[in-house]
């Protein structure tokens, strides 16, 4: 199986969690990448959809998504864009978002394209076998409110975590059993 690892906003492959769960899901025999996604400081909608399809160009039921935060975003604005008869394997998301809070003025400023254009997510669900979302309670930008979006519309599990934060390196997280266990677990 092929997992694809995309991470947040203002970070690249060496940042956070990634290298742990990478490494990790090889020891389980998964082929793991993790893409550089473009102009991370001021990501933006079609770039990284462009970069997925680049990365990703036949995603199938052997093809597994790990999104952090916006990546989560890019994963499911990329499967909106397939055709409607492509499957994909496990999707796990960890702070995922569709409203974001208590950010700065040039933040919010790059957030409102990813918020404001809408993502169909009854198309994205054709193309789900197993969906994971996992929050924390303490997170300074999620509001745990967004899981019941998660779970409702995209029929998600939902994990929800305590005291991580954003799952970053600077809330000390840089590993991330729990989203290899999600990906291992049939």
């Known amino acids: 199986m092929r997992c ?3 991470h947040r906003w203002s970070a690249n492959p060496e940042s956070d969690w990634y290298k742990s769960v990478a490494e990790s899901l090889k020891n389980e025999g998964f082929n793991v990448e993790i893409p550089e996604m473009p102009n991370t400081s001021e990501p933006e909608i079609n770039s ?3 970069k997925l399809n680049e990365s990703v160009p ?3 039921l ?3 998504f790990i999104g952090h935060s ?3 975003q890019a994963i499911l604005r990329y499967l909106e864009s397939l055709d409607n008869k492509v499957k994909v394997g496990r999707i796990v998301l960890v702070a995922p978002w569709f409203n974001l809070q208590n950010l700065e003025k040039e933040s919010e400023k790059i957030a409102k ?4 254009t809408p993502i169909d997510l009854d198309k994205v669900k054709k193309h789900l076998t197993k969906i994971t979302a996992i929050f924390s309670d303490n997170d300074p930008w999620v509001s745990l409110s967004d899981k019941e979006v ?3 519309l995209l029929g998600a599990k939902i994990i929800v975590e305590h005291n991580k934060g954003h799952f970053t390196s600077e809330d ?3 590993s991330l059993q729990l989203v290899v266990n999600e990906v291992v677990t049939v």
């Open 4 to 6: 694809i690892i995309i």
């Open 48 to 50: 990284w959809i462009n």
């Open 58 to 60: 036949n995603p199938n």
């Open 62 to 64: 052997e093809t597994c």
């Open 70 to 72: 916006i990546g989560c």
């Open 113 to 116: 394209q990813w918020i404001e």
């Open 150 to 152: 998660f779970k409702s």
């Open 172 to 174: 000390n997280i840089t």
